[in-house]
Nanobody
Framework: QVQLVESGGGLVQAGGSLRLSCAVS????????MGWYRQAPGKRRELVAV???????NYADSVKGRFTISRDNAKNTVLLQMNSLKPEDTAVYYCYCNDLGGLDYWGQGTQVTVSS
């Protein structure tokens, strides 16, 4: 059974930093995408950043220049370094991955709260 375990969320003041970590365990057929989504109250879940096998990354426009995604393929982990945080970054952040077979996996979510 594949599990995604997130850590690193919390409360931070605007302008501060947090780092989210996600570890993927279990048998998974060749990880492809690893990334982060977020969902704020009353809003749809949205892509924050994704790392694609081979090295390419994509970011939401709202986080470009502030967030950095990185992955360790040997450890099946993905990190999200979040700098210059804003109150509008407040949301539940979900780790996401899929494999080359097309199966999607989600973490349970971690709360990030940015106070003004």
């Amino acid at each position: 059974q594949v599990q995604l375990v997130e850590s690193g969320g919390g409360l931070v003041q605007a302008g501060g930093s947090l780092r989210l970590s996600c570890a993927v365990s279990g048998v998974i057929f060749r990880l492809n995408y690893m990334g982060w989504y977020r969902q704020a109250p009353g809003k749809r879940r949205e892509l924050v950043a994704v790392s694609i096998s081979g090295g390419r990354t994509n970011y939401a426009d709202s986080v470009k220049g502030r967030f950095t995604i990185s992955r360790d393929n040997a450890k099946n982990t993905v990190l999200l370094q979040m700098n210059s945080l804003k109150p509008e970054d407040t949301a539940v952040y979900y780790c996401y991955c899929n494999d080359l077979g097309g199966l999607d996996y989600w973490g349970q979510g971690t709360q990030v709260t940015v106070s003004s």
